[in-house]
């Protein structure tokens, strides 16, 4: 009987010797990281660190006072602009209306009729210089409101807070960071192997991943190989993706991977 135990251990042992274990940790393949583009204040700050939030969710708003006057100046060019135009487009109406009525007549004296072209191609001239402050002015608005939008910023898409660098009242400059979201959906798995199973893995390959934390198990597939940024670690990169369904696994889990090797 003993005997028989130790034999059945021994088998145990050399099936699991087969298998390769080697540990990762889940991250988020969409990590979004939104700074500010313009200088200001901030307002108010809708989200804290843990927070879900769904795409076009509000994450902050900056103080809009001197952004409101530029935004209502550039409406105001447009709309005198715009007025310009009308002024001039039936300024032309009328004197085209003029020589209709004249080649109608007899005898209308030759330098009435050049006096009207003359007129006529005078604000045509205007009407173009007109309709390009119309276009450039436009442009002013749609530039401003573009701004505008970028005051309340809100989310690119759905995911966790997971660093917020700004509070009410704070200043924040063009570029600076201010808030860090991930994509908790599009998860994957990061796992460093050594090189000298590297031969044991390729691109598309199913692998047994588990997060222990929570006691799931499943299958994942080996999205890509790259080497590692350090090369005297002698180690090669992957990334597994695999399926976390309705299960709470968050990016920085730590995770396993096992690897069948290959006679």
Same mark, same amino acid.
């Given at each position: ?92 109406? #009328? %004197? ?11 005898? &209308?004296? *030759?330098? @009435?009729?050049? =006096? +009207? ?47 917020? #660098? %700004? ?11 201010? &808030?860090? *979201?991930? @994509?908790?959906? =599009? +998860? ?76």
């Amino acid at each position: 009987m003993k005997k028989l135990l130790i034999v059945t251990f021994l088998l145990i042992v050399s099936l699991k010797a087969d298998d390769i274990t080697i540990t990762g940790t889940v991250v988020s393949d969409g990590q979004k990281m939104i700074g500010s583009r313009y200088m200001g204040y901030i307002k108010k700050v809708f989200v804290k660190i843990g927070d879900k939030v769904k795409r076009e969710d509000p994450l902050y708003e900056m103080e809009s006072a001197e952004f409101d006057i530029m935004k209502s100046q550039a409406d105001l060019m447009l709309e005198q602009s715009k007025i310009v135009v009308e002024f001039w487009r039936k300024r032309l109406q #009328n %004197i085209n209306k003029r020589k209709n009525r004249f080649k109608n007549r007899k005898n &209308i004296p *030759m330098m @009435d009729i050049d =006096d +009207l072209d003359a007129q006529a191609e005078n604000v045509s001239a205007m009407l173009d210089s007109a309709q390009v402050l119309v276009k450039q002015a436009s442009i002013k608005a749609k530039q401003m409101a573009t701004i505008f939008n970028y005051l309340k910023m809100k989310a690119p898409s759905d995911g966790v807070i997971v660093r917020r #660098n %700004i509070k009410p009242g704070d200043m924040v400059m063009p570029g600076m960071l201010t &808030i860090m *979201m991930v @994509d908790t959906q =599009d +998860l994957e798995i990061d796992a460093s192997v050594s090189e000298s199973i590297i031969a044991q893995v390729k691109v598309g390959e199913k692998l047994t991943v588990s997060i222990p934390s929570i006691k799931y198990k499943t299958i994942g597939t080996i999205k890509a190989i790259v080497p590692d940024a350090n090369p005297m670690t002698h180690k090669i990169r992957m990334r597994i993706s695999f399926d976390k369904g309705d299960h709470n696994v968050f990016p920085g889990m730590y995770a396993k991977v096992v690897i069948k090797e290959k006679k």
